[in-house]
């Protein structure tokens, strides 16, 4: 499984950003994914997840603000982010979990000025 991600950039506070993440390769069995991010000197952590059955998982800090969906051909996952904050600034890595394996995009950079 590859994953290619984009949308990132640099925002103002109370911004939107907008990433997307597709998947290509053996996609089939994909049972999740998500996006994860790492800020600096902090560890990654999870920021949404889709999970079999139409499940989402937010992390506490993002819920009413950002929103995961995915895509009509069911190999792209959207992560809208709304208001943004500073603390939203990370790396925002795409994740994917097939048959008991994770899968990692490349990672792309969210900036969100004060």
């Known amino acids: 499984v590859q994953l290619q991600a984009s949308g990132g950039g640099l925002v103002q506070a109370g911004g939107s950003l907008r990433l997307s993440c597709t998947a290509s390769?053996?996609?089939?069995?994909?049972?999740?994914m998500g996006w994860y991010r790492q800020a600096p000197g902090e560890q990654r952590e999870l920021v949404a997840a889709?999970?079999?059955?139409?499940?989402?998982l937010y992390a506490d800090s993002v819920k009413g603000r950002f929103t995961i969906s995915l895509g009509n051909a069911k190999n792209t996952v959207f992560l809208q982010m709304n208001s943004l904050k500073p603390e939203d600034t990370a790396v925002y890595y795409c994740h994917a979990m097939r048959l008991m394996r994770e899968y990692w995009g490349q990672g792309t950079v969210v900036t969100v000025s004060s």
């Open positions: 889709l999970t079999g059955g139409d499940n989402t």
């Open positions: 390769g053996s996609i089939s069995s994909i049972n999740a």
